[in-house]
């Protein structure tokens, strides 16, 4: 079962057919006792960093331990972002502090909000990445992480800078893209998530 958290701040409905495309069950849920069950953890998100902490207080704790379990897990968009320390545009707000790092403003001189469709350059060995290097997908946002240690970035994409797409350290996982909303390619990232071993 794919459970994705319902913390109030995520297009859930979007995440959850891109699951159901590839044959998955999923349930869109806030209970802690179901979310602590879950094998596969999905943390979706739109909107503004500080909003998004603050309805994920009551989930800090299930989160890291299904986190130090080492049971998959992936957050999308603001789903990466708010899995940093912190973030500029809620400078007073800590993230979930999973992925040392800070997100950031996108630098001034680019076009804001960064939305459309970029090319996915895949940087280190990553499951969930396999077979979608210099894929398309489809990108929101107006912050971007910058990560401590350039060793978890599993994929950047060209927007004028670097912009990291992806990070990943053992079963934890995290898109700047939207998955969900890029066709085959991103179709292909679920897969290779929910095929990931237990």
């Known amino acids: 079962m794919i459970t994705i958290i319902d913390y109030k701040s995520g297009n859930l409905k979007s995440i959850s057919n891109g699951f159901k495309k590839i044959g998955c069950d999923v349930e869109i849920t806030s209970s802690i006792e179901k979310i602590a069950d879950s094998d596969y953890l999905v943390l979706p998100g739109v909107g503004a960093f500080g909003s998004a ?13 299904h986190v130090d379990d080492d049971k998959p897990f992936l957050g999308v968009c603001l789903g990466q972002q708010v ?23 996108l630098p001034e001189g680019l076009k804001i909000p960064h939305m459309g469709w970029n090319k996915l350059d895949v940087v280190k060995k990553c499951p969930i990445l ?29 927007y004028g800078i670097d912009v990291v797409a992806a990070l990943s350290r053992n079963n934890l996982f995290s898109t700047q893209f939207h998955p969900e909303k890029s066709g085959v390619a991103g179709l ?11």
């Open 83 to 105: 899995l940093m320390d912190s973030s500029e545009e809620s400078p007073d707000v800590d993230g979930l502090k999973l992925f040392e790092g800070h997100a950031c403003y």
């Open 188 to 198: 292909k990232i679920l897969k290779n998530f929910v095929n990931l071993e237990l």
């Open 53 to 65: 902490m603050e309805n994920l207080e009551e989930f800090k704790k299930v989160i890291h331990e």
């Open 130 to 158: 396999e077979g979608v290097d210099k894929e398309y997908f489809y990108f929101v946002h107006s912050y971007h992480v910058v990560p401590d240690n350039d060793e978890i970035i599993a994929g950047t994409c060209d």
